[in-house]
Structure formats: C-alpha cells, structure tokens
C-alpha cells in the first residue's frame, strides 16, 4: 500500500452493531468535538492556561510518538515510502484536520524541516467556540502530534511551532518545524512545555508507561475473565477450590514485596505462578527474569545471578551485570533453588538481606531494588534437617509460601486446561479441531497424571498431531493413556475392579490396533480368555465388535 492509497474505510474496523472499534490494530474512540472543546475549557478554568498547555501537548506528543510506531509496525510499504507525510494523512482521514502545501526539506540549511498550511482544524475551532480568541496560537495537541510523530519518523528531535493560528484571529494555521538544535532562541518558550530540559527522559518514560499501561489493561482482563468465568490463561482458569484458593492468596501477597516460595511438584505450574505474581504486582512494568538454579554449576550461577568485572575469569572479555541487577524494578524468579550448592547459599542471603550484590572480580557492592520469589519441588525442610539447606535462607525465603497442588488432586481443572491447550494449539498449528469426545474426556480425567500441567500440554499437543477427525478421540491419546494406569486419581473416582479391568484390558487393545493375539499375549492371557471377557464386554454393551486376529 502506498500513501495515497491510505482508506478509512480499509484502515478501521469495527461492528457496525458496536462495540470495539479498531485503528491501525489498536482500540479507538469516536470522539465529539463538542465535548473535547468543553474538556479544554475545563482544565484551562480549573488548572490555568499553563497546566492546561502543558497536559494538552505532552498529551499530543505522546500521540503523535505512538501513530508513528503503529504505523511503522502496520503499515512498512507506507512507512518506508512516506513516512514523513503519513501521520498528517491519516490525521486528516480521522477528521482532525486538513493539510495543505506541506514543504519539506532536509532541514540541515537555513530553510525548515516542514512547512505547512492546516486547515480546518478542530482545536482552533473548539477554542474559539468555547473560550474565545486568544492572544497566541491554540493548536497546542496538533502542534505536539506532529512534534511527537516526526520525532519518532527522524529517530531525532523535531519541534513544530505554530506561528499562524485561527484561534488567534490569522486567516488559517501555519506550522514550521526544525530539528531543535536548528532552532535559535525564539524555540525556548515552547520548551518547557515539552520538558525538554530531559527529552532523553521523557521519550524512554513515554514508551515506558505505554508498554506499562497496555501490561496492565491486559492483566486487568485476565482477571474479570476469571471473575466471570471465561477462557483465561491457564492458571486462572482453575475451577478446583484448591486452585482458586492459592490463586487468591496469590493475588492477595502479589500487592506486597515480600518474599515468595513456591513449593509444588514438578509440572505443576510455579514458573505460571511466579509470572502471575509479577503481573499482578505494582513491579508489572519491571522485568521478570527467571534462572534454573539446577542448571548452572556454582561459578556460573554466581556470576549469571550477580554479575561479572572484565578479566575476573578466562572467557570474562566484559563487565557484565547479574540478573540481580539486571532485573531491578522487576521480579527474580530463582526456579530449582533446592538444587543450589552451600557455598552459594551464603551468597543469596547475604544478597537477600542487604539488598545489594558485588560482582564476581570487584570489591564494591551494588545496591538492588528487586522482589525475589523462588520455586523447588523438593522438600526444605527434610533438606534443612539432613544438613543440605541453610535453615536461615529457608526462612529468608520463605516469608509467604505457596503451595501448587498436583493436578490429580485436583480433578475439576484437567478438562478446562485441555481444553486451554486445545485451542491455543489448534490455532498454532492450523488445525480445526473443535474439542474431545466423552470417551476420550473421561480417559483424561481418569488419568494420575504424574507430569501435571506440563504432561496435559503434551499430551493435547501430541492428540492435535495424531488427531485426523473434528474432535480428539482416545485413538488420537498417547500410549499411557490409551492404556492408563489403575491408579485412581482422587478418592471420589474409585471404580469397581471388573470396570478397571474392562477398561485397561479395551485399552490395551486400542494400543495395539486390535491385534487380539498379541494383546493376550501381553495381558499375560489365554486368548481364549481374551474372546470370552470380550464376548462378556459385547454384552454388556461396551463391547468392541470386530473380527477375530
């Protein structure tokens, strides 16, 4: 697409019964003039002209910065043809305003970057209709879009100046704009409204708060989907009341900075719930870094956690900042910390109690600012009595504990999370498979699954590969669960001893495609036997017809 073949119609979508409308793939409002310029008048009346300046044009800048962005990473063939002109033509498609003789040059003379004619402007208008005519230009929001826009365009910094306005009485609104070090001292009164006295600052907390806040909208659907029952991502599905119930103390201990320990088997979902903690905490705009603590000897976990002087060891060709440092703001997930050698038991609690580290080869320390929350499928305090674990770490880290129940123990989320799975692989591997038939559900929850969630992942995943129907069948299940274990996964589910053995003998037959003969032979039987039980199953209505092998 290039710049002239710019649609509303192909670049909006929305539900003509509504709802959600979209722009460029992001959210968008229909907005009433009208009421933007009452908005105006308000904080002009309530915070005075300067205030209100300065929220309008850090307001647009912010804007513009962003309609630059969407544009880059939606529309490339505009962007690597146009980029200079698109913004003013997708501003003047939404209604914003019009552009004419709009002049480029390199900016690097004593000519300007842009100059350009605007009109019908929306922000003079509204001034004009609600406040009256002003002594000096009023196009502060279209001023700073298209500061923040080309800014983002040039990957320098641009600053338009409004020198003609209709808001001010000028026939029409007249824009020029130059690099700001092109600028001479009449650009110093229009500075403080941008803060430029810290621009660097500035573009890389507007980004920040951007990527924070969209964090944030996506947390917060998370939760009322949980709330009101719909797909969620897999750990607040959970419909067990021992899952909701960590879930909630999760939720609860995520608002403090308190240490975390997440104990549970191996599968379970820690690393989940760790993330869960993170997003619903007030660090959800920091990072969240995760380490094995298993996987790493002791000097590499040492300098992986706290960082590295250059020359400190062979290989060492660079300064290097540990996850400690790296993580600040944010969470450190220290996954596996059983596993963790004596010798660097002492490291982590002098860090956790300090709150600060000292890089491998240096002799100064450095102060951090990170929540740490860490996760073992070992038992602490059986590896505290036997002498493996330091008692004063345990407790250091251990100041909340969570414990992830094992899916067998909770039997009322293993269909919603396949379910999960299902869709979010089907989608993945361009499958249309719709959902599992009531034989191969009931083969799911019958199973002890000794793998947990990460075993159920599989498991779906290895279905949707087999699977060459609209539902998955127990056919399209792996080996184990076609010919499941007896163990019964909770007490509620214990089964008569004929019903077990019909269905593990039916199963070992599916696993082996029917061959009577060799099934017989690995049941240990007479395949006589084999034919009689079968005759017996036909009987009694589940049997599986067939001919003899």
């Given at each position: 697409m290039r710049i002239d073949d710019m649609d509303l119609r192909e670049l909006l979508s929305f539900n003509p019964e509504g709802g959600v409308m979209k722009l460029l793939g992001e959210r968008a409002l229909l907005m009433n003039a009208f009421a933007q310029g009452l908005l105006r008048k308000e904080l002009i009346d309530t915070l005075g002209t300067f205030a209100a300046r300065n929220i309008l044009t850090r307001y647009g800048y912010a804007n513009g910065w962003r309609t630059a962005m969407n544009i880059q990473q939606n529309m490339p063939e505009v962007w690597k043809d146009s980029k200079g002109y698109a913004g003013s033509k997708l501003h003047a498609l939404t209604g914003q305003l019009g552009v004419h003789h709009n002049i480029r040059t390199d900016g690097e003379g004593d000519e300007p970057l842009i100059s350009s004619n605007w009109g019908d402007c929306y922000e003079a208008e509204q001034h004009l209709l609600h406040i009256g005519r002003s002594d000096e230009a009023v196009c502060w929001t279209e001023t700073a879009f298209a500061s923040g826009y080309s800014s983002y365009a040039e990957g320098r910094e641009v600053i338009f100046i409004e020198d003609q306005c209709r808001g001010k009485g000028d026939p029409i609104c007249h824009v020029t704009a130059r690099y700001k070090e092109k600028w001479g001292p009449?650009?110093?009164?229009?500075?403080?409204?941008?803060?430029?006295?810290?621009?660097?600052?500035?573009?890389?907390d507007l980004s920040a708060k951007l990527n924070c806040t969209e964090k944030k909208l996506k947390n917060r659907q998370s939760q009322l989907a949980f709330l009101e029952g719909a797909e969620a991502p897999p750990l607040i599905m959970a419909r067990s009341q021992s899952m909701r119930r960590i879930v909630d103390i999760a939720w609860r201990v995520a608002k403090v900075d308190s240490s975390i320990l997440i104990t549970g088997d191996s599968g379970v979902g820690k690393e989940l719930m760790a993330r869960f903690i993170h997003d619903q905490s007030s660090r959800t705009c920091g990072p969240f870094l995760a380490v094995n603590c298993g996987a790493l000897t002791e000097t590499l976990l040492e300098s992986e956690l706290f960082g590295h002087a250059k020359g400190s060891f062979t290989g060492a060709d660079r300064?290097?900042?540990g996850l400690f440092e790296a993580a600040s703001g944010g969470t450190l997930f220290l996954d596996e910390i059983g596993e963790v050698s004596p010798g660097m038991q002492v490291k982590l609690l002098r860090a956790l109690q300090e709150h600060e580290v000292r890089r491998v080869g240096e002799n100064k320390s450095r102060p951090t600012n990170v929540r740490v929350v860490a996760a073992t499928n070992r038992n602490l305090t059986e590896e505290i009595a036997s002498g493996r674990f330091r008692q004063d770490l345990y407790y250091r880290l251990r100041v909340i504990e969570l414990h992830v129940p094992p899916l067998r123990e909770r039997n009322e989320d293993i269909l919603p999370l396949a379910r999960f799975f299902l869709h979010k692989i089907t989608?993945?591997?361009?499958?249309?498979?719709?959902?599992?038939?009531p034989d191969a559900a009931d083969q799911l929850l019958h199973y002890s699954w000794p793998g947990n969630v990460r075993e159920l992942q599989n498991t779906v995943e290895y279905a949707v590969a087999m699977c060459q129907e609209s539902h998955v069948d127990v056919c399209d299940l792996p080996c184990e669960l076609r010919a499941m274990s007896l163990q019964p996964t909770v007490s509620g589910c214990i089964r008569p001893l004929d019903e077990v053995e019909r269905d593990y003998i039916l199963?070992?037959?599916?696993?082996?495609?029917?061959n009577k003969a060799q099934a017989a032979a690995e049941l240990n039987i007479g395949l006589a036997t084999l034919y009689r039980k079968l005759k017996e199953y036909?009987?009694?209505g589940s049997g599986r017809g067939g001919a003899a092998s």
């Open positions: 009449e650009i110093e009164p229009h500075l403080v409204y941008y803060r430029m006295e810290s621009f660097p600052t500035l573009l890389k300064e290097r900042a989608h993945a591997m361009g499958r249309t498979i719709i959902g599992f038939t199963g070992v037959l599916n696993a082996l495609g029917d036909e009987a009694q």
